[in-house]
């Protein structure tokens, strides 16, 4: 065997192996959870109160319920990374409007038992919304949530759907950021938001930044045009800017979501 064959059977064999870890460990890259317990709601937002809901396949799950004035309430799904209490100034600028909120974790973020992917969030998101009973709700997804927040919206109609920086499906989301993988025949979670977004049956608001490197604004414009959707475009704003949290257009938007008839 000569030694050029011999150097190229190693580049395959390590390749290979490569390709093997990123398909074993890949949700290891998707899904970022802060797995600490937040401290107690009411310490963090004024009124809110920590709740529990029970998943189809037995996760008890936590969450803050902040209970508000109108008739209607934000059901909130985070993005990959964090929990709950990265969420807060979220939940406490909806609550100043008089909206109640409700922030829900994964399974595997906060505290919660579990570990994530792509249909245990849906069952996850899916409790939170049985949790609420018959309210008027707006399903609020960011980022990875936005997803989520698309797909509970086909199974469960929300009284409006904002998708703040959603991408096109994962895999496109993915691309962006691990650019020299082979992401898409990789993906074992799809996340096809915009093909899902069709079936949709709800008024639709998407909100992005056009700074955004992590979703590109080229993603959440392509995901509102397949939704038909309102557009709120945030210039110069990056994906994990404050403005992009609690920001007043952000939650102008939610508000006049809440406030359209139906």
Known sequence: MTTLLRAALVVAAVAVLLLALLWVFQRRLIYLPDRAAPPPAGTVVPGARDVTFTTRDGLELAAWH??????VTVLVMGGN?????HRAPLASALAAHGLGVLLMDYRGYGGNPGTPDEEGLLRDALAARDWLGGR????????????????LAMERPP?????????TDLAAAGQVNYPFLPV?????????????IRRVRAPVVV?????DTIVPARLSRTVAEAAG?????MDGAGHNDLEMLNGPALINAVLD??????
């Open 66 to 71: 902040v209970p508000g004035r109108r008739d």
């Open 136 to 151: 008027r709700v707006v399903y609020f997804g960011e980022s990875l949530g936005a997803a989520v927040a698309t797909r």
């Open 229 to 233: 959707a309102t557009v709120v475009e």
């Open 159 to 167: 009284h409006g759907l904002l998708l703040r920086s959603p991408f």
């Open 207 to 211: 909100v992005y930044g056009t700074a």
């Open 81 to 85: 990374a964090g929990n709950r209490l």
């Open 257 to 262: 979501l809440a406030s359209r008839p139906g």
């Open 184 to 196: 898409r025949p990789l993906l074992r979670d799809r996340f096809p938001v915009a093909e899902q």
